[in-house]
């Protein structure tokens, strides 16, 4: 068979499970993730050959990273392609799996292998399907350690703010009691300076109510002395009567009368001593509440 160069128009039906789909352009061969061993017609064959016997097809299988297979397969309406495009040859279902492909003359393909295409496309869109499985459990997978980490970081972030939000209360519940503790403490110390204030204003009045008893207690023991200073001074010129003027007694009776005298004169001698014992330390004392 000779085989013809198609140009950039040439529209391509591909065999998938046996049966003929198409026409579709380079590009959309390029999406179908066809292989070299796939049966591809165009118009101007004789017959069905191989992808890889097409020159312009081949750059297709050189790529190293297949692109992604669509999920559903073209739709195209064959009505229309066909009143634009020619009609590809029968493709019969055999056994044999090269048949008479890439013979030049006319005959009718007897034995293709439709098992073995089955099998070829088959296992292409197997191969396109367990890749986007598996992207898509890489993706899952991603997208739950993302979640992960965003769970734990959000747990340690709450923790830290509930943790923040303790010490505060811990913080202000001790500057409470600190303030609360303060104001106990300037109450007290303003108590302690009026129980102060009233102490010595207390013992200031029961200084000068002690000074005015003195100061009594003074005045009548110096009138008492004056007296008792007179007193002796009269014993003690009637003393010098009794000695001096002789009247009608007897000498025991002078004797016992200047005895008499003499115990009245130390008498009031004892007293004046005693009040000015008394005057001294009532003086003593009103000197000791004076400072």
Same mark, same amino acid.
């Given at each position: 068979?000779?085989?013809?160069?198609?140009?950039?128009?040439?529209?391509?039906?591909?065999?998938?499970?046996?049966?003929? $789909?198409?026409?579709?352009?380079?590009?959309?061969?390029?999406?179908?993730?066809?292989?070299?061993?796939?049966?591809?017609?165009?118009?101007?064959?004789?017959?069905?050959?191989?992808?890889?016997?097409?020159?312009?097809?081949?750059?297709? %299988?050189?790529?190293?990273?297949?692109?992604?297979?669509?999920?559903?397969?073209?739709?195209?309406?064959?009505?229309?392609?066909?009143?634009?495009?020619?009609?590809?040859?029968?493709?019969?279902?055999?056994?044999?799996?090269?048949?008479? +492909?890439?013979?030049?003359?006319?005959?009718?393909?007897?034995?293709?292998?439709?098992?073995?295409?089955?099998?070829?496309?088959?296992?292409?869109?197997?191969?396109?399907?367990?890749?986007?499985?598996?992207?898509?459990?890489?993706?899952?997978?991603?997208?739950? =350690?993302?979640?992960?980490?965003?769970?734990?970081?959000?747990?340690?972030?709450?923790?830290?703010?509930?943790?923040? $939000?303790?010490?505060?209360?811990?913080? +202000?519940?001790?500057?409470?009691?600190?303030?609360?503790?303060?104001?106990?403490?300037?109450?007290?110390?303003?108590?302690?300076?009026?129980?102060?204030?009233?102490?010595?204003?207390? !013992?200031?009045?029961?200084?000068?109510?002690?000074?005015?008893?003195?100061?009594? $207690?003074?005045?009548?023991?110096? =009138?008492?002395?004056?007296?008792?200073?007179?007193?002796?001074?009269?014993?003690?010129?009637?003393?010098?009567?009794?000695?001096? %003027?002789?009247?009608?007694?007897?000498?025991?009776?002078?004797?016992?009368?200047? $005895?008499?005298?003499?115990?009245?004169?130390?008498?009031? !001698?004892? !007293?004046?001593?005693?009040?000015?014992?008394?005057?001294?330390?009532?003086?003593?004392?009103?000197?000791?509440?004076?400072?």
């Amino acid at each position: 068979m000779e085989n013809q160069i198609p140009s950039k128009n040439l529209k391509f039906f591909l065999i998938v499970n046996g049966d003929s $789909q198409g026409p579709y352009s380079i590009d959309e061969l390029k999406n179908l993730n066809i292989k070299s061993v796939d049966w591809i017609w165009h118009e101007g064959l004789d017959n069905w050959i191989q992808a890889g016997e097409i020159e312009e097809l081949k750059s297709i %299988f050189h790529k190293i990273t297949p692109p992604p297979f669509p999920k559903s397969e073209p739709n195209v309406d064959s009505s229309s392609s066909s009143s634009t495009f020619g009609t590809p040859p029968d493709f019969k279902k055999g056994n044999d799996p090269v048949g008479n +492909f890439g013979s030049s003359n006319n005959e009718n393909i007897k034995n293709p292998t439709p098992n073995y295409v089955k099998n070829t496309v088959g296992s292409s869109f197997s191969d396109s399907k367990k890749k986007i499985k598996s992207e898509s459990f890489i993706s899952i997978r991603k997208k739950w =350690y993302i979640g992960a980490i965003v769970t734990v970081l959000a747990i340690l972030i709450y923790g830290y703010w509930i943790e923040q $939000q303790e010490n505060e209360k811990v913080r +202000f519940a001790l500057l409470q009691q600190e303030q609360a503790l303060q104001e106990h403490q300037s109450k007290i110390a303003a108590q302690e300076l009026a129980n102060k204030k009233r102490l010595e204003e207390e !013992e200031a009045s029961r200084k000068a109510q002690r000074l005015q008893e003195l100061q009594a $207690q003074l005045n009548t023991l110096n =009138y008492e002395l004056d007296e008792a200073e007179v007193y002796l001074q009269d014993a003690k010129f009637k003393l010098s009567d009794i000695q001096q %003027f002789q009247l009608l007694r007897t000498q025991s009776e002078k004797r016992n009368q200047v $005895q008499n005298q003499l115990r009245i004169i130390a008498d009031w !001698e004892k !007293e004046i001593q005693r009040l000015k014992v008394d005057i001294r330390n009532i003086k003593v004392e009103m000197s000791n509440l004076s400072y």
